[in-house]
């Protein structure tokens, strides 16, 4: 299990390291939002509507292995396998999406934000690695920040805490909050040589909080 995190952690790195050389450093976009809602223990954030390039990965129910090969397949992408054989910029976070014990949702899958240069039109992934272009609409996420390392044997108490405070703020205050039970989220924000203040988030879908989503 280490192994596949350090191989995960090195060509996340490389990446990084790649596209911001040894003089310059330039900010990695992510996309954007607002917070609508803020807790001592979670956010509620309206985002933007946006693109992603998606990895579905199966055969395997490990959050780590099924990161680490979905973003294999995005660095391939990002460093030229693709029609114009053009350089793609990282993007942050990495989103691995998991599906729920009662979900009828088969699989993982690791993403990456487009970057709003292409005009919703990035450059088309090659067949074999079995990439998608993901559109999404306006949308609230309900989200815990964690640090250090997310991995198999962390996550899921993360899941269940951010899911206890949504249940526990809704019913102090009475609110119809529906949330998406289908999948959960895993953004990750550091590339391995950020051992310390590491940025991990939870993400998990939700709606009703205003009209807007």
Same mark, same amino acid.
Request: some cysteine; charged content about 20%; aromatic content about 12%.
């Given at each position: 299990?280490?192994?596949?995190?350090? $191989?995960?952690?090195?060509?996340? @790195?490389?990446? #990084? *390291?790649?596209?911001?050389?040894?003089?310059?450093?330039?900010?990695?976009?992510?996309?954007?939002?607002?917070?609508?809602?803020?807790?001592?223990?979670?956010?509620?954030? !309206?985002?933007?509507?946006?693109?992603?390039?998606?990895?579905?990965?199966?055969?395997?129910?490990?959050?780590?292995?099924?990161?680490?090969?979905? @973003?294999?397949?995005?660095?391939?992408?990002?460093?030229?396998?693709?029609?114009?054989?053009?350089?793609?910029?990282?993007?942050?976070?990495?989103?691995?999406?998991?599906?729920?014990?009662?979900?009828?949702?088969?699989?993982?899958?690791?993403?990456?934000?487009?970057?709003?240069?292409?005009?919703?039109?990035?450059?088309?992934?090659?067949?074999? !690695?079995?990439?998608? !272009?993901?559109?999404?609409?306006?949308? $609230?996420?309900?989200? =815990?920040?964690?640090?250090?390392?997310?991995?198999?044997?962390?996550?899921?108490?993360?899941?269940?805490? !951010?899911?206890?405070?949504?249940?526990?703020?809704?019913?102090?205050?009475?609110?119809? #909050?529906?949330?998406?039970?289908?999948?959960?989220?895993?953004?990750?924000?550091?590339?391995? @040589?950020?051992?310390?203040? =590491?940025?991990?988030?939870?993400?998990?879908?939700?709606?009703? @909080? =205003?009209?807007? *989503?």
């Amino acid at each position: 299990m280490e192994t596949t995190l350090m $191989c995960f952690l090195y060509y996340l @790195f490389i990446t #990084i *390291c790649y596209f911001f050389g040894n003089s310059v450093v330039h900010a990695i976009e992510s996309p954007k939002y607002i917070v609508i809602q803020s807790e001592s223990d979670f956010q509620i954030r !309206l985002y933007n509507e946006s693109s992603w390039i998606s990895a579905p990965s199966s055969g395997t129910n490990s959050f780590e292995q099924s990161t680490k090969t979905g @973003f294999h397949r995005l660095y391939q992408y990002i460093h030229g396998a693709n029609l114009n054989s053009s350089k793609v910029a990282i993007t942050a976070p990495i989103l691995t999406r998991i599906p729920s014990s009662t979900s009828s949702e088969i699989g993982y899958s690791v993403r990456m934000y487009v970057s709003p240069h292409f005009q919703g039109k990035p450059p088309q992934p090659n067949a074999e !690695l079995k990439l998608q !272009l993901e559109k999404w609409k306006t949308q $609230c996420i309900a989200v =815990r920040k964690f640090s250090g390392y997310a991995k198999d044997d962390n996550i899921n108490k993360e899941i269940e805490a !951010l899911v206890t405070s949504l249940n526990k703020h809704l019913d102090e205050t009475s609110t119809i #909050i529906q949330q998406d039970t289908s999948s959960y989220t895993i953004a990750q924000y550091n590339a391995s @040589f950020h051992n310390a203040e =590491r940025v991990n988030e939870v993400w998990i879908k939700v709606s009703g @909080f =205003r009209t807007d *989503c």
